[in-house]
């Protein structure tokens, strides 16, 4: 009768430590994968200085929101990457004035998030190559630096690690990244919007700079808040002459809360598939093959006295 149990619990232990490296490499892997039929749409708000160029005037503290919607690209995507395009608009939220629009284009791996160059990637319908991380980071992301792409000034900026800390409940990781100054275009503008003397127009710099911050839901890699400090300027000979855009757009109530509630399925399931079940399995089967082998040496040596 003990061999039998000792035989039977073998069995059990031998499919527990199989099924460890299982849960952690296929069946948790089967889920660590960004969705082929993704949509979003995010509203970050905040007051902000722009140009206002029908009026030819500047518009201090604006109430400004900027609406973006994501959505992949299902005939374009594969098993491995997903195509995402992106618009969005900013818009001056009591006058509805349109302050600007972009629009970008890109694959990215499904588990890292990191751009893949394929799929006519491309910003504001400019073939443009892209690489280091895309929208989003890896699943399980690690408390260190990322390079990121920055769509403005069209190069990677790292994405500096700052530290944990708690959005509405949720840990997050903090990630900071600074673009500086950066000259992105020329751009005319008359010389008394400039505040300068003389007639006619000026031609100077658009310069562009902004502090980027994420925080990170580190099992998803997914963003559940943003804050973006723009700060895009006319520069002659040296001098600031016009704010085009500057001040401070970070997700709304609503975008946060959704943000958070999106990934609450990969903050209950993943842990459990990653590590804490296969744990489990692999103690267990450890356990159950322990007790057999007591069995079948308890069992060899009542056998000998009888």
């Known amino acids: 009768m003990r061999r039998t149990v000792a035989v039977v619990l073998i069995a059990l232990g031998v499919f527990c430590l199989v099924s460890a490296p299982m849960m952690r490499t296929w069946m948790s892997g089967s889920l660590m994968k960004t969705p082929l039929d993704y949509y979003n749409a ?15 005037e500047q518009v201090e503290d604006a109430n400004v929101e900027a609406h973006s919607t994501l959505r992949a690209d299902v005939a374009s995507s594969t098993d491995d990457v997903v195509v995402w395009d992106q618009f969005t608009w ?27 160059d394929c799929c006519d990637a491309m910003i504001n319908e400019e073939s443009v190559a892209q690489s280091g991380q895309a929208w989003k980071f890896p699943f399980m992301t690690e408390q ?90 006319v520069v002659v000979d040296g001098e600031e002459v016009l704010t085009l855009l500057s001040g401070e757009l970070s997700f709304d109530d609503a975008t946060r809360a959704a943000s958070i509630e999106n990934t609450e399925q990969a903050r209950k399931v993943l842990p459990l598939l990653h590590s804490t079940l296969p744990v489990a399995a692999l103690i267990a089967g450890a356990g159950l093959i322990g007790i057999a082998v007591i069995l079948f040496v308890t069992g060899r040596g009542t056998a000998r006295r009888g």
């Not at 007051?47 to 029908?54: C, Q």
């Open 144 to 233: 260190r630096d990322y390079d990121f792409f920055e769509t403005t000034v069209q190069e990677v900026v790292p994405m500096k690690f700052e530290g944990v800390e708690e959005i509405d409940g949720v840990e997050a990781y903090k990630f900071v990244q600074t673009v500086e100054p950066t000259v992105i275009d020329e751009r005319e503008v008359p010389r008394s919007v400039a505040g300068l003397d003389g007639e006619g127009d000026v031609v100077g710099d658009e310069t562009f700079s902004m502090v980027r911050t994420y925080w990170i839901e580190p099992i998803s890699g997914t963003p559940i808040n943003i804050s973006e400090d723009h700060h895009r300027v």
């Open 90 to 116: 900013i818009k001056d939220a009591d006058t509805d004035f349109g302050i600007s629009s972009t629009s970008r284009r890109a694959g990215h791996d499904r588990v890292t998030g990191e751009a893949v």
């Open 42 to 56: 995010t509203v970050n708000t905040g007051e902000v200085t722009y140009f206002n160029i029908e009026d030819l």
